[in-house]
Nanobody, 125 residues
Framework: QVQLVESGGGLVQAGGSLRLSCAAS????????MGWFRQAPGKEREFAAV????????YYSDSVKGRFTISRDNAKNTMYLQMNSLKPEDTAVYYC??????????????????WGQGTQVTVSS
């Protein structure tokens, strides 16, 4: 069992930056692949980024590649999402998720075992 808590969301102007954090407690954080998903109003939740257990490999959706950076600090049991050059279409609730499985990369919701409650990111034009 692992508990995930996101933070760092807020309101930002287009072109700005935010850094989201996902703090984990419970079982060993470094055992999990960790991902970020997002859900915009009226849309289904979609994959954004994932990082492997050591932090040496990452994978991004086309919509965020080149603008967002996922990272983790296993000593602090925390994962991050640095979001730069934000666009209004990045407005969504952002969720972190943990996956115990070994398939790489996990891109769909059902591959993840634990979820946070989400944090709202709003990008104004």
């Amino acid at each position: 069992q692992v508990q995930l808590v996101e933070s760092g969301g807020g309101l930002v102007q287009a072109g700005g930056s935010l850094r989201l954090s996902c703090a984990a407690s419970g079982r060993t954080f470094s055992s999990y692949l960790m991902g970020w998903f997002r859900q915009a109003p009226g849309k289904e939740r979609e994959f954004a980024a994932v990082i492997n257990r050591s932090g040496s490999s990452t994978y991004y959706s086309d919509s965020v590649k080149g603008r967002f950076t996922i990272s983790r600090d296993n000593a602090k049991n925390t994962m991050y999402l640095q979001m730069n050059s934000l666009k209004p279409e990045d407005t969504a609730v952002y969720y972190c998720a943990a996956d115990i499985s070994s398939r790489w990369p996990p891109l769909v919701e059902h591959e993840y075992d634990y979820w946070g409650q989400g944090t709202q990111v709003t990008v104004s034009s």
